[in-house]
C-alpha cells in the first residue's frame, strides 16, 4: 500500500501511476484518486520506495530496448564496419528518452 500526501491528506492506493502532470492512485485495480494537470509536484508527497521502483523500471526497460537495438549486427561496406543510419538514429532516439526520464524523475520532490 502506498500514499501520497497532499495538502496534508493522504491518499492510499496499492499502485500509483506518475505522469508528467498526473498522479493516479488505484486500489483493485479500480481508480481511487487522480490529480491531474499538475505543475508542480513539490506539493505532493510521493513515497522513496514508489520513486526508486519508478526509476529502476524505465531504467530496466531502457537497457532491455537499448540492448535490442545494439544487439543488430554493422554494416560492412567492403573495407570497414560502419553504423547504419538506423542504429545512429535509434541511439539519438534512447539518449533523448534517457535525457527526458532523468528530467522527469528529477524534478519529482524529495521527502
Known amino acids: 500500500m502506498s500514499a501520497i500526501t497532499f495538502n496534508g491528506e493522504d491518499y492510499e492506493a ?3 501511476a506518475v505522469g508528467p502532470d498526473f498522479i493516479t492512485g488505484y486500489q483493485n485495480g479500480q ?3 487522480s490529480f491531474k494537470g499538475i505543475t508542480d509536484f513539490s ?3 510521493i513515497p522513496d520506495d514508489f520513486l526508486d521502483s519508478y526509476k529502476q523500471s524505465a531504467v530496466a526497460q531502457t537497457r532491455q530496448w537499448l540492448s535490442d537495438v545494439l544487439d ?4 560492412y561496406n567492403g573495407s570497414e ?3 547504419t543510419a538506423e542504429k545512429q538514429n535509434l541511439l539519438i532516439c534512447v539518449i533523448a528518452i ?3 526520464i532523468s528530467m522527469n524523475v528529477n524534478n519529482k520532490p524529495n521527502k
Do not use: H, N
Open 81 to 83: 564496419y560502419t553504423v
Open 14 to 16: 496499492d499502485s500509483i
Open 31 to 33: 481508480r481511487v484518486f
Open 72 to 75: 543488430k549486427p554493422m554494416a
Open 43 to 45: 506539493q505532493y508527497t
Open 98 to 100: 534517457l535525457i527526458l
